[in-house]
C-alpha cells in the first residue's frame, strides 16, 4: 500500500513509498513535527492532494509502517562514514531492521537485474539468429551463385 498513491522508488523507513513522501517523513521526524488537521482526521491522501493535509499524511505514513527509528544518515551528519549508514535508536531493533532491509533491497534489485538479464538475452539471442541466418544465407548464395531477381 502506497501512501500517496505515487510511484514507489523503494522502501523508505521500513515502508514502500515515493521520493516525496520518503523526504516529507524524513523532515518530519527531523523537526519533530506536530501537525493537526483541520478536516477532522479523515482526508485523502492522494498523489495531487498530498499536500493539503500533512497531519493526515504523517497518518497514513505511520499506518503503512513507515518507523522513525529506521532513519539514513548521510555521511555528513555521521563523522568517519562513508555512505549510508541505517541506525536506529533501539539498539534490538537495529539489526533487525537492517537485516530486513537490506533483505528486501536484495530481493528487489535481483527481480530487477533478472528482469533485465532476460529481456537483455532475449533480445541478443534474437539479434544473434538473425544474424546467423543472414550470414548463412549470403554464404549460400556465394557457393551456390544463386541469382535473385
Known sequence: IL?????????????????????????SM???ASFTCPFNGNCSITKDS?????????KRC???GMMKECECHTPSELPGV??????????????YVSLISCIKRKVMYLKYMHTLFTFTFSH???AFIQNDLQMRTIEAIKTKRVMIY
Open 3 to 27: 501512501i500517496s498513491e505515487d510511484h514507489a522508488t523503494g522502501f523508505h523507513f521500513n515502508a514502500m513509498t515515493c521520493e516525496g513522501c520518503k523526504g516529507f517523513f524524513r523532515r
Open 30 to 32: 527531523k523537526r519533530k
Open 50 to 58: 498530498r499536500r493539503h493535509c500533512q497531519a493526515c499524511r504523517l
Open 62 to 64: 505511520v499506518d503503512i
Open 82 to 95: 562513508r555512505g549510508h549508514t541505517w541506525v536506529t535508536t533501539a539498539p534490538f531493533i537495529n539489526i
Open 124 to 126: 541478443l539471442a534474437d
